[in-house]
Every structure is written in C-alpha cells, then in structure tokens.
C-alpha cells in the first residue's frame, strides 16, 4: 500500500494548483509502483491483469461536496454503481446511508456493520423472497410503483415504510429508467394510495429518478413538482397525513454538472416542499447518487497483449495498428456498452519507460499514433475504441490507463472467454482519512 509515502503539502501557501498535484502524484505513484513490480518478460500466468488504483480521496471529497451543496439531502449511496467493499466502507465511515437493489447489496453494506435504518431496498420490482429477507433485517424503507408490489408488501412486510416512486421526463440522460420503472402521477393519486390505504400499508412518501447520467435538470424541477401533487392527496385524501414524509429524488447527478444540478435541487425545494410545508409534516429530503460518488476515484491499468499493423496501402485514415488489451467490454470496460461511457485511453508506459498521469488524458492533437482498441476475447463485438490518438507508438508490452472509471465499470464486468472478471484494486487516499478510520 504506497499511502503515506508521499508528504501533503502543507504550510499557508497552499494553492489549489498544488493540492491537484499532490492528489495526481499520489495516484501517479501507486500506477507506477504496480506496474514496476510486474515483470512481464517472466511473469506468472495473470500478473499483468488489468488492475485499479482506486482514490477513495475522491470519494470523501465528492461526499464533501454533496453535504456543502445539498446539505438538506441526505445521501443514500447506490451501491449497484460500484459495490466495491472499500467504496462501501468509506462512505460507511463518513457517514452516508445505503440504497440497495437485492439481497446481496443489502448484506454487504448490513455486514459492514451499518445499521438497517440506513439502508433502502429501493427496487420497485422485488423478489418476494428478498423481501421476506429486509423484513427479517429491519430495513424498513422500499419503493413501489405498482398495485401488485402493494400487496405482496403486505403479505412479507406489511409495516414496510413505502416510497411510491413516480416517472420523470428522462429522455435527456445517458440512461433512461422511466422506460422500466415509475407510475404516473394519476396512477400513484388515483389508484396506488387509496389500494395502501385501504391494504393498511405504511406510506412514507414519493420517490423518483431522472435519469443516470441526467442532462436535463429542468425534469428535476417537473418531478419534484410532481411529487408535491402526490404528498397533497395522499396527506389531504387518504389518510398519510403524519406518515408520508420522505421525499426521495433519486440519482443521476454527474461530478462535471453538479453545482447545476445542486442549484435546481435547491430551487425546487423551496419552491415545493417550502419550510413552513416541511416543517409542518417533517418533511426529510434523501437522495440516491451513484456515479457522482465514484466516477473520478478509479484508473483501470490495461496491458497491451498485441499488435496488428494496419496492411500496407489502407486507406490514409485508417488507424496505423489494431491494439489489443487484455480488457474489454466482458470486462471492465463494459460501460461502454451498458452505460454509453467513452473510456479514454492514455500510455502509461512505453518500452519500460514510465509516463506521466493525466485524468484528462494526454489528448495529443495531430498524434500519428493511432490505434483501434480491442478487448482480449474471441468477439468482434468486443471493442475499446474505433479510434484512438495516443501519445506513443504504443507496443505490445505497454501499459494504458483509463482514468474516470469508478462508476458502471466492474460491478457488471464477465469472466466472458477464461477471462478473469474481478480486477485488483490497489487503494490510495489522496486525503487524510485517518480521523474516519479509514
Ligand atoms: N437509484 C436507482 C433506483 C437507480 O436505478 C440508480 C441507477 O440505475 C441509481 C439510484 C444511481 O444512479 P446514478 O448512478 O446515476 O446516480
């Protein structure tokens, strides 16, 4: 673990400028430090399997960021952005509560030793199963948004704290989930309350979701509007009053647009849950944020397997070679596939002579190197990027390195082909975390 080994700047005439430096050195370090000890002349089988260094610096920082911006929002982690332990177990340290998708997401998190009450099984459709298993661990807080799921909350969990989640406009994010999930507002008004009225369930509030990776912030707006119309009939009509107090706004904000995203949150707030209306039904606002927390903290490490020359007189742009690496979309790059993401590649190290790290990538403007990018299995489908200028005449042997893959990377990665799926994951913590006990 080569945390500790670099000195934070200190002192007053500590600039931003240096702070990022330390932060990049940091990181830098630990690339370096991995793929010196890897001799890949001699190696054994699966030593040079692509590995992580995962920053969890960032991830304090972005929690920081969210209580400073949305300090009336309490975070709910969705751990099926990345369910890595040491993810989970520092957001646990800091502090943030859970939103859990199955069985599995909830017993990591209840194992970490944080108690049921932090936890939401927010997955409309659930196993009945699992369903017998939150009641039987105390997690007490699910959403729903159908009739069938009201009933068969009320044969495994009938005092589940219940979150009718309502659809928003997302055709704007990177990925829609109002295309599987979400009733209307007349569904949730006319037909859901009064059915859990009348099933005696335990209706808390309103849930909704705008999209991972939302772009169009005004749907925040429209849905927290939306969700104030369900609050008033379900307190004023059928009988919630003193019980419906959760409001629950999802997930989808990105690190680049948050500040944005913040201040709509903020505005919309005041404009339809004001603090006389929240102060009056104790009103609590949590949220569901998944990549803004761990996007920035991963660079996945790729070692270049081979090369194919491009055949001598094609066409002057194609790419001068095909390079393949030993991961790909079966792997963890498979957000480019599930998740729409664009990694962008960068040399870590060339001939043995290691390279300098950039998150935003080297981005060479007129590089004659450029490559297609493969992946390690037999499949065509399998592909990193059509085209890539780098910043080397990249080689079999070299290292890249793919920075801003914390989010929808190896929670859904296959061992597709033999190929192993659960990369290593070397920690650094650009902070000192020390006071949290991590
Ligand atoms: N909550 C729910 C119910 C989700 O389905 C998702 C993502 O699919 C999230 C939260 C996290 O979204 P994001 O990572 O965009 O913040």
């Not at 009933?151 to 295309?179: E, F, M, N, W």
């Not at 609590?284 to 944020?289: L, N, S, T, W």
Request: glycine share 8%.
């Amino acid at each position: 673990d080569p945390r500790g080994r670099l000195a934070p700047p200190a002192g007053p005439l500590v600039t931003p400028e240096k702070q990022q430096q330390y932060r990049r050195a940091v990181v830098q370090e630990a690339l370096h430090h991995e793929i010196s000890k890897i001799n890949v002349e001699k190696c054994s089988e699966g030593e040079e399997d692509p590995f992580y260094v995962a920053d969890l610096g960032v991830v304090y920082r972005q929690f920081l960021r969210w209580r400073d911006q949305l300090p009336m929002v309490k975070p709910y982690y969705a751990v099926k952005c990345n369910p890595d332990i040491g993810v989970l177990s520092t957001l646990a340290k800091l502090g943030c509560n859970f939103d859990c998708a199955s069985v599995k997401e909830i017993r990591s998190v209840l194992e970490l030793g944080v108690s049921p009450d932090r936890v939401i099984y927010a997955n409309p459709c659930k196993t009945s199963s699992y369903l017998r298993f939150a009641q039987q661990s105390d997690v007490g807080l699910t959403t729903v948004d159908n009739a069938a799921e009201l009933y068969k909350i009320q044969k495994y969990h009938p005092g589940c704290g219940i979150l009718i989640r309502i659809v928003t406009d997302d055709s704007a994010a990177v990925c829609r989930l109002s295309t599987k999930f979400g009733c209307t507002v007349d569904t949730a008004t006319n037909e859901l309350l009064p059915l859990a009225a009348k099933l005696g369930l335990n209706v808390r509030g309103v849930a909704f979701h705008i999209g991972s990776g939302a772009e169009d912030f005004s749907s925040i707006h429209r849905a927290i509007g939306d969700a104030r119309k369900v609050f008033d009939v379900g307190i004023s009509k059928h009988g919630f009053r003193g019980a419906m107090n959760i409001l629950d706004i999802g997930g989808g904000f990105q690190s680049d647009s948050f500040d944005e995203a913040a201040a709509i949150v903020r505005e919309s707030l005041a404009t339809y849950f004001p603090q006389e209306y929240a102060a009056e039904h104790g009103v609590q606002f949590i949220a569901e944020p998944g990549r803004f927390m761990v996007s920035g903290a991963f660079t996945l490490v790729t070692h270049v397997i081979a090369r194919r020359d491009a055949p001598h007189g094609s066409p002057d742009d194609t790419p001068k070679a095909m390079i393949y690496i030993n991961d790909g979309v079966y792997g963890n790059l498979n957000c480019i596939l599930f998740d729409h993401q664009s990694p962008q590649p960068s040399v870590l190290s060339h001939k043995g002579k290691l390279l300098p790290y950039s998150p935003e990538g080297s981005d060479p403007q007129s590089s004659p190197h450029t490559y297609s990018i493969w992946g390690p299995t037999c499949d065509g489908l399998d592909c990193v990027s059509p085209r890539s200028s780098l910043t080397h005449d990249v080689d079999v042997g070299d290292w890249l390195y793919f920075p801003n893959l914390g989010a929808y990377t190896l929670a859904a990665a296959t061992s597709f082909n033999g190929f192993k799926c659960a990369a290593r994951i070397v920690y650094v913590a650009s902070e000192d975390l020390s006071q949290y006990n991590i």
